[in-house]
């Protein structure tokens, strides 16, 4: 295990449908990153493609526009500077997935898919994207970080998976819109449970 790991939050407002200019801002937020000496940088959820997509994740165009642009990301860590984190969806076995990659070393070191997808008020996730599987943690520079993808930090079954399954540190990257009121909740109701539950430090994007 590393001395110390160095972790950027990267709290932008990413486009709808705007991928080149999303993946543009995220290669500058990275480049200030490296400035700072960062590892790696987390971006939120789905934030290649921009949050909420609604019904432009049914459309192909985007879906392969999507992994284009994020090749492009994947190919810019080639240089040695910090990994990234990136939101996006992700096409496997015939269903989409809202997932995490984490790009390194010039390519794709991992993916995650939310695993809790939430369907009430303004989210309609059940209708869009597959449940992935109860994620494992995912290794990077001799570290195991958990993963969990906003609605997933809301139940307690997966942190105590990560947790049980060695994980040393949350990230949990959100996309949620704006709500009078929501962030007490969210930080005192949920994130500080779930941290104390687990054990483990938690950092909320």
Not at 129 to 140: D, Q, T
């Amino acid at each position: 295990m590393p001395d110390s790991l160095k972790i950027t939050l990267a709290q932008l407002n990413q486009s709808v449908g705007d991928l080149a200019a999303n993946a543009a801002a995220m290669l500058a937020a990275r480049g200030r990153a490296a400035t700072a000496g960062a590892d790696l940088i987390v971006f939120p959820e789905l934030s290649l493609i921009g949050y909420p997509p609604e019904d432009l994740v049914l459309k192909p165009a985007l879906i392969e526009r999507a992994a284009v642009e994020l090749d492009r990301l994947a190919k810019a860590t080639a240089d040695g500077g910090p990994a990234m984190l990136v939101g996006s969806v992700f096409a496997a076995d015939g269903v989409l997935y809202n997932g995490m990659a984490l790009l390194d070393g010039g390519k794709v070191a991992a993916l995650r898919y939310k695993h809790e997808l939430p369907n009430y008020g303004t989210f309609d996730e059940v209708r869009l994207f597959h449940p992935g599987p109860l994620p494992e943690p995912v290794p990077f520079r001799g570290v195991l970080l958990g993963v969990p993808v906003c609605e997933d930090i809301w139940h307690p079954a997966v942190c105590r998976h990560l947790a049980g399954r060695g994980a040393e540190i949350l990230l949990c990257p959100n996309g949620s819109p704006y709500e009078i009121d929501k962030e007490t909740l969210r930080i005192d109701g949920v994130a500080k449970r779930r941290a104390a539950e687990s054990r483990l430090p938690l950092a909320y994007v």
